[in-house]
Every structure is written in structure tokens, then in C-alpha cells.
């Protein structure tokens, strides 16, 4: 969060790549010419049939074709290069020969999984229909190849049409069975496990909660998390191979245990969080904890900073006088946050801000914070804990690739430090995020450093801290503001300031999304309830302010399926929990305009 009045300071994604030549590469025996097309649907005749197109790039279309009615145009975004393939029955030992007609700029054609040495070649330009064609003969084992097409990073749309792979047909590999003996085991307040027998054929399990994706895994066992307490879900499998993907299995039902399914319980059903300026001035004025209105559920004191950005060392102090001329004394503050406690009321020590930039990147670091963190907590008798980490906080090492199982320190320190806390104050501790979409939603295109390397480290950080500590998780408010346009689950860019944005940020959230594309690797959704939308109180509070009619729209779109405009969600939530704002001391500097129009909304 800013300190500083209306600051523009959207994060970048600053992406390098090199292209590397593919060069043609001609392997013997060829195939021969009375062998089949194993290709299928190599003309784009029938859309996309048995063609899949990462991050959804790829679209058909019926200008410019080859031939035919119907032609491939896949489009790169950003890191993703718009590659479209499918997986092909071959025969070991056997050549083939792999070719089709593109337009476009540094357009790929190849092959993978051939068990000897995988092929590729490429056209740097293709204004016209450009054929493309290499061979390559499988390994002594090898059953399956991947055919693929794809274009570049920072080049425009390309097209492909007339795709053929000639040679010896292999055995067909069929599509599994349908999963049978789904079972459930043990459940939590949050949690339940399932599993399952094996499937002849299949190299992966999809998962199924109500109706929704929600996991793909390699074994025959899962633990769904992140679930209500006191709530009955159905789950359903199905089991997939290169040949495509089976039935669902019969759903089976299990519901969750009573209590401790809400960290930090004791919020209403909708709840305004505010942050309050407690330990520095700006152009909004100082305002005491006596005075904050009734309105505020959560009231975050921003902000408690390090000593060093390294050191882990949490320290917080009230404004100083010279800053703040009315400032309250130590013992008017505290009494001020007991009055607010007994009215219902959470007072959460919120860490870093723009200015606080925290990196636990040692075991050192680590514990520095849980003591400190502590120390905070306890002198001042509060609820929890608010995760403001920005700037350079958190970023991910080379090779840390699957949010899942992070590997780099400063993720998997700061994981360790808030179970710890958790541990000692125990189920009433509340513990609420305020990530900015870079770090998040941003995770739906990008991923740390990449593949490749040359992508932001610092993009999509946050998914593994939010994944590792969701059971934990009482709100999660990622700014919706301060933030360039990202990209939501329909593969369009989205701009702050309108309902539009905050529609299709939240409904990532709520629906779970594929971290850097990878069907692999899901975010699971949160719940609705440990949801809650932020944005600036006021245009000076921070770059895309939103009126309340547009707020207003927001939430009608996401609780009830109605002013959505031309975004479509994926569910419908009535139970969000409310939103969050940048600040409660701006909000004040406006006439109170955002508190007043969030205790005016009718939730239903």
C-alpha cells in the first residue's frame, strides 16, 4: 500500500527471451508414401478437435485457409507462445515424416517424445503459405509422439493449416475406463481425502468438486483442502491418457467436520476491512483508533517494518508528534483497540507496505520475525496478522517451478513463520493477505522466472505462500489496484478502475486457475468467505479508483449474478465476504463515501 498520496507505479513484467535456430533435421529410413496421415484433424476442418492450445491461444478460423474452409491462428501473450499440439499413436523403430503449410513470423513445426532426437524447424517469415516439413524415425520403445506448431514471444498472430504426419501406423491407445470405487476417507473442518483404483491405460486423474475442476494427479489418492466447515461436497473422477479423457466416475459425497473451518472466526457474513495510517502522516490526516466508525469489521494498523530488509526484525511504533500533531498517547491506543475488541471488532498488525520490503531468506530471518511478530502482537493485545509484503519481498529462485512444493527460502521461510504464530495463538488467530495482482493473478500467464528464464521472478509468488497456508487463511484481499492489466480466466486483458476488473480478479479466485497454463498444476479456488475485494477509498488513495456504482456492480456480478456486463463468471457466491479498502483514513478525507456505500448494499 502506498504511504504517499496517488502514486502510478504499476509493476512491469520485464520478459527476454533468445531465439534459438531449429534447425531440419533429416533422419532414415523415410517413410513411405503409401503410409497413412496419422495427423488428426490436421486441416482444422472440425475446430480444434484433438488439437490442445496453450493458455488458450489458439482459435479457427475461416480466413486465411490453405485449403479447405477452415485454418489454425494462435496468438502469443506474453511468455506463452501460443503452442498448439496432440499426442500421436506411432509404431518403435519406424519413420515418419512430419509437415504442413504456415504464415506468420518465427512459426515452428516439430516433434517430441520420439525417443531418439526430437526435431523442429521453423520459417522467420512466412507472408504467404509457407510449407514446412522434417523427418524422424522412433525410438525402439516408443509408442506416441507429440506433433506441435508454434509461434514467438512478442510476435503477432500465426496460422497453420494442412498438418500431416506420415507413416506407420502404432496400436491405437484408447481412452480409459470410467474410475470406479471412488472413495472418501478421513475429513477435517477443511479438508478430505479420497481415493480410488487404479485405472488400466491411464496417466492421469482429474478431480471433480461439484461439477468443477479442481486438480489433475499422477497416483490414485487426493486430499481436497480449503473447504467449510459443516458442508457436504460431491466429488467425482475421471480418469485420462493421450487418447483423451473418460466419463466421470459416480460422484460421491462427504462433508467436512464442525469448527475450526474458519480460521479467526467471530467476522459477520460481510465484513468492510480497513488500514489504518497508525505509524506515519500524509496527505490524509491522522485518525485515532477512538475514532474509527463502527463500520470497520478488520481495521489493519499499517504498518509494522523491518529494521534492515533482510533481518526479519518486525518493529511498530505510533506516529511521532512532529508527524502527527493529534496523535493519541500509547495508552489512549491501546485502550482504543480493547473498546473496538469488545464491540466485535479485529485489530491486525499489517506487515511491510511499499516501503517495508521484508525478505525472510534465512532461518535466522525467520525466527527474528516470529519473536518480533509476537512481541507486536502481544503488547498491543491483537487479533492476528496482516501480510502486506510488496516490492521485492518475495520472488522465486531458477527452478522453483510448481507453486505446490516451493523450494526458495524467502517463500518457504515466511510459510514456516506464520504456521508458527498460528501454532502459538492458536484457532482465533486471524490471518488476512494483501497481495497486489502481480504477485497472484498475474500467476495465471507467468511464473516466476519461466521455462526459459527472463520473466519477473518476483510474478505469481504469492500462490505458493497463499496454497501452503489456506487452511489458515481468515481473508485474502489482493489490491485491485496499482496494477497493470491482467489477463482473467477469459484470456482477455482487464483494466482497474470498472466493475469489469474486480469481476474477473475475484472470479480467478473463486474458480482456481491453471498456474502459468499448466492444466498440471491448478490453484485450487478459495473459499467465497475468505475472499474479499480491495481498492483505494479515494482517487488520491491509489491509481484505479472505482465509484460505488461500479463497486456496487462488482459484487451484484459476483453474489448474484446480475450487472456483469460482458464478463461471464464461473460461479455464483453470495457468500464473499466483503472488501477491503486503501485506507481508512482516506476514506474519511472522502466524506466516508466507500464505508457509507458498503453499509448501504444490499447483499441479497
Known sequence: MDRTPSRTRPLVLALAGVLAAGGLVALTPAAQAADPDLARNGGFESGLDGWSCTAGSGAVVTSPVRSGTKALRATPAGSDHAKCSQTVTVRPNSAY??????????????????????????????????????????????????????????????????????????????????????????ATSSSVSLTWPAVPGATSYKVY??????????????????LAPSTSYAFQISAANSAGESAKSTAVTASTTAGGGNPGGGLPA????????????????????????????????????????????????????????????????????????AAGKKVLISIGGQNGQVQLSTTAARDAFVSSVSKIIDEYGLDG??????????????????????????????????????????????????????????????????????????????????????DDLTLLHVQDYNSGSIMG???????????????????????????????????????????????????????????PSEVNKALDCLTKKTNCGTYQTHGTWPALRGLMTWSINWDRYNGWEFSRNFDAYRWS
Open 97 to 186: 515424416t512430419l509437415s504442413g503449410w504456415v504464415r506468420g513470423s518465427y512459426v515452428y513445426l516439430g516433434a517430441s517424445g520420439t525417443g531418439t532426437t526430437d526435431v523442429s524447424t521453423w520459417t522467420q517469415s512466412a507472408p504467404d503459405w509457407q510449407k514446412l516439413s522434417t523427418t524422424f524415425t522412433t525410438g525402439a520403445s516408443t509408442t506416441s509422439v507429440t506433433i506441435y506448431t508454434h509461434g514467438w514471444y512478442g510476435t503477432g498472430a500465426y496460422h497453420a493449416d494442412d498438418l500431416s504426419l506420415i507413416g506407420p501406423g502404432g496400436t491405437p491407445v484408447e481412452t480409459p475406463a470410467t474410475p470406479t470405487g471412488l472413495a472418501t476417507g478421513s
Open 209 to 226: 468438486r461439484d461439477g468443477a475442476l479442481v486438480a489433475t494427479v499422477t497416483g490414485t489418492s487426493y486430499t481436497a483442502t480449503g
Open 270 to 341: 460481510h465484513a468492510l476491512v480497513g488500514y489504518l495510517h497508525a505509524s506515519f502522516a500524509n496527505g490524509s490526516g491522522h485518525t485515532r483508533m477512538a475514532d474509527v466508525p463502527d463500520s470497520w469489521d478488520v481495521i489493519n494498523l499499517a504498518f509494522g517494518e523491518p529494521t534492515s530488509v533482510t533481518s526479519g526484525d518486525i518493529r511498530f511504533s505510533l506516529c511521532p508528534q512532529t508527524e502527527c500533531p493529534n496523535v493519541e498517547s500509547l495508552a489512549d491506543f491501546k485502550a482504543a483497540i480493547k473498546a473496538k475488541q
Open 385 to 470: 496478522l496482516d501480510i502486506d509484503f510488496e516490492g521485492h519481498s518475495l520472488s522465486l529462485q531458477a527452478g522453483d517451478t510448481d507453486f505446490r512444493a516451493p523450494t526458495s527460502p524467502v517463500i518457504v521461510n515466511l510459510i514456516s513463520a506464520v504456521k508458527t504464530l498460528k501454532a502459538k495463538y492458536g484457532s482465533g488467530f486471524v490471518l488476512t493477505m494483501a497481495p497486489e495482482t502481480f504477485f497472484v493473478q498475474l500467476g495465471y500467464q507467468y511464473y516466476g522466472s519461466g521455462p526459459w528464464g527472463g520473466q519477473d521472478p518476483r510474478a505469481g509468488a504469492y500462490l505458493p505462500v497463499i496454497h501452503a497456508l489456506r
Open 489 to 547: 480466466l477469459d484470456n482477455q486483458y482487464h483494466s482497474m478502475g470498472g466493475a469489469d476488473f474486480h469481476i474477473a480478479m475475484t472470479d480467478m479466485l473463486l474458480t482456481g486457475f491453471p498456474v502459468a497454463g499448466n492444466t498440471d498444476r491448478v490453484f485450487p479456488p478459495l473459499r467465497p468467505d475468505q475472499v474479499a475485494i480491495g481498492l483505494p477509498a479515494s482517487t488520491q488513495a491509489g491509481n484505479g479508483h472505482t465509484t
